[in-house]
């Protein structure tokens, strides 16, 4: 590589994620316009499902185990749940714009755009039972996507799993921080349990935060409005440490399930699922067992 190479390759890296973005798409013959119509509607599911989905285990699944990451992260944290679930279980992790293999395209700033879009790709793998689980920013989207697929009448869950993150109609306790200095912000990660060594690491730290920023403003800026509550059964996990949300704040999410519901809290910090990510796929590979081994159960419509 040339001394002139490596020096385009620095100024590209340092560029904010929405320019390197367009000048992805500029090298690809494509218009900023065009690629943002590509990246974020509904033109041909068999395509965007291979874009929008990371998908493991079985491939004739009983039951797709859909999975939303929290801030900040992508389809990777959910790699390895393949192994510890039931195996007529497909798990099919969402990888969203701004990371990992989507990390060229620009993330989602706001929650209703994003739930309109995966409405649009998710539809067409809803042809057999399926669960929700979401963690953090994750469980809000998969609950507010749940009531979009109501809304339209397409299928819905059959139950929701949602972690670490307060019921839907609480306010937000804390300040908003997607606009904060960086070190400001770092500072706030740390209590949240984001190690020393990825704090610290300023070239990583330059390629993460923008998306991290995009996720928490997607979060900071949601806006609750009063609906029914979900027919389907609603399990809610928390960690015993989360600096962030309490058990007080999860229970309250019974409001949202018009059917059973359960809180179970286990062993870490806000990122328990990462601490006890052995007790937390024993408990959902519980229910899961549960749907394909009760015979009878119509999916709710």
Same mark, same amino acid.
């Given at each position: &590589? %040339?001394?002139?190479?490596?020096?385009?390759?620095?100024? +590209?890296?340092?560029?904010?994620?929405?320019?390197? $973005?367009?000048?992805?798409?500029?090298?690809?013959?494509?218009?900023?316009? %065009?690629? $943002?119509?590509?990246?974020? %509607?509904?033109?041909?599911?068999?395509?965007?499902?291979?874009?929008?989905?990371?998908?493991?285990?079985?491939?004739?699944? $009983?039951?797709?185990?859909?999975?939303?990451?929290?801030?900040?992260?992508?389809?990777?944290?959910?790699?390895?749940?393949?192994?510890? !679930?039931?195996?007529?279980?497909?798990?099919?992790?969402?990888?969203?714009?701004?990371?990992?293999?989507?990390? $060229?395209?620009?993330?989602?700033?706001?929650?209703?755009?994003?739930?309109?879009? !995966?409405?649009?790709?998710? %539809?067409?793998?809803?042809?057999?039972?399926?669960?929700?689980? /979401?963690?953090? &920013?994750?469980?809000?989207?998969?609950?507010?996507?749940?009531?979009?697929?109501?809304?339209?009448?397409?299928?819905?869950?059959?139950?929701?799993?949602?972690?670490?993150?307060?019921?839907?109609? *609480?306010?937000?306790?804390?300040?908003?921080?997607?606009?904060?200095?960086?070190?400001?912000?770092?500072?706030? !990660?740390?209590?949240?349990?984001?190690?020393?060594?990825? *704090?610290?690491?300023?070239?990583?730290?330059?390629?993460?935060?923008?998306?991290?920023?995009?996720?928490?403003?997607?979060?900071?800026?949601?806006?609750?409005?009063?609906?029914?509550?979900?027919? &389907?059964?609603?399990? +809610?996990? /928390?960690?015993?440490?989360?600096?962030?949300?309490?058990?007080?704040?999860?229970?309250?999410?019974?409001?949202?399930? /018009?059917?059973?519901?359960?809180?179970?809290?286990?062993?870490?910090?806000?990122?328990?699922?990462?601490?006890?990510?052995?007790?937390?796929?024993?408990?959902?590979?519980?229910?899961?067992?549960?749907?394909?081994?009760?015979?009878?159960?119509?999916?709710?419509?």
């Amino acid at each position: &590589m %040339t001394g002139t190479e490596d020096r385009i390759r620095a100024r +590209v890296a340092d560029l904010p994620p929405e320019q390197r $973005a367009r000048l992805a798409e500029r090298l690809r013959g494509r218009s900023p316009e %065009t690629a $943002a119509a590509h990246n974020h %509607t509904a033109a041909g599911p068999d395509r965007h499902s291979a874009v929008w989905f990371v998908r493991h285990g079985c491939a004739d699944p $009983a039951v797709r185990l859909f999975c939303f990451p929290y801030a900040g992260s992508g389809a990777s944290v959910f790699r390895a749940w393949g192994n510890h !679930l039931p195996a007529d279980v497909e798990v099919c992790a969402i990888q969203l714009p701004g990371r990992e293999s989507r990390a $060229a395209e620009p993330a989602y700033r706001r929650l209703v755009a994003l739930v309109s879009d !995966l409405q649009a790709v998710i %539809t067409p793998l809803l042809d057999r039972p399926f669960v929700f689980f /979401g963690h953090s &920013m994750g469980a809000l989207v998969a609950f507010e996507l749940a009531r979009q697929l109501r809304q339209f009448g397409v299928p819905q869950p059959e139950r929701l799993c949602l972690a670490a993150f307060r019921a839907p109609q *609480l306010p937000n306790p804390n300040i908003r921080i997607y606009h904060l200095p960086d070190e400001v912000l770092k500072s706030v !990660l740390a209590k949240d349990g984001t190690p020393r060594e990825v *704090l610290d690491d300023d070239e990583l730290m330059r390629a993460w935060l923008p998306m991290l920023r995009a996720d928490i403003e997607l979060c900071d800026t949601y806006q609750y409005t009063l609906e029914s509550p979900l027919p &389907m059964p609603v399990s +809610v996990f /928390g960690g015993t440490h989360d600096m962030r949300v309490g058990r007080a704040d999860l229970e309250q999410w019974k409001m949202q399930a /018009g059917n059973e519901f359960d809180l179970t809290m286990l062993p870490g910090s806000h990122f328990f699922l990462r601490d006890s990510a052995d007790l937390l796929l024993a408990h959902l590979s519980t229910e899961l067992q549960s749907m394909t081994t009760y015979e009878g159960a119509p999916p709710h419509e």
